[in-house]
């Protein structure tokens, strides 16, 4: 059981949060939480208890994975409340859990921006998704919109912006590391000419 557990009496006790989420967390990260107490962390998400740590709770979800995680974050893309919980749930599905065909459309409606993202974090973790996306497979709308989200950037987004793309490109993270050996072949100039070839030979 997940949403309430029954005691031997009888009695429905309703989940709480788990004690120690920063503990939890750090023990996800270290991969040494029992599969109880990753119960206990999705049974506070599904049952609305723990939404004053629940970027912390699914933070513990994404490192631990269990059955069904994919589902309940699926269920948080659009957690108005906090975007900062919905970039981390896209983040999670699309970079680190690469469930492509899942976040794709919702990745495509975060780009072209949400009226609730005020400060634009689901738009960042749709970007990282893209590149990710496009590193994998070919996808002419995600790729010209990636490009145009890069060309029309700012010096406060284009650092973001153009490393999804040069990810997209294939790029390692050691060459967008800033080694001097590398930097050179992955300016912006170059990523942006690049991005443009590629579209040019699998979308025209």
């Known amino acids: 059981m997940t949403t309430a557990s029954r005691s031997h009496q009888g009695v429905i006790s309703m989940p709480s949060i788990p004690r120690g989420v920063g503990r939890l967390l750090d023990r996800s990260k270290e991969g040494t939480i029992t599969p ?5 962390v999705v049974a506070a998400i599904e049952s609305g208890v723990g939404k004053d740590r629940l970027y912390s709770l699914i933070h513990i979800i994404a ?4 059955q069904g995680a994919e589902t309940l974050l699926l269920r948080h893309l659009e957690y108005r409340e906090d975007p900062q919980v ?8 699309g970079v680190q859990w690469r469930c492509f065909d899942q976040v794709r459309g919702f990745t ?3 780009l072209d921006g949400l009226t609730w993202d005020v400060f634009s974090d689901v738009q960042d973790a749709a970007i990282g998704v893209a590149g990710e996306v496009l590193r994998a497979r070919p996808d002419c ?4 919109r990636l490009l145009a989200l890069a060309l ?3 010096r406060w987004t284009a650092g973001h912006r153009y490393r999804a793309l040069a990810r997209a490109l294939g790029a390692s993270q050691q060459e967008l590391s800033g080694v001097p ?3 050179s072949a992955w300016t912006r100039e170059a990523i942006a000419r690049r991005a443009r070839v590629r579209f040019d030979r699998e979308c025209s």
């Open 181 to 183: 050996q590398t930097a």
């Open 63 to 66: 490192r631990s994975r269990p």
């Open 86 to 93: 919905a970039a981390l749930a896209l983040t999670t599905l």
């Open 36 to 40: 109880a107490e990753v119960e206990s």
């Open 108 to 110: 495509m409606a975060a």
């Open 152 to 154: 029309d950037s700012d």
């Open 141 to 144: 709308e995600l790729l010209e």
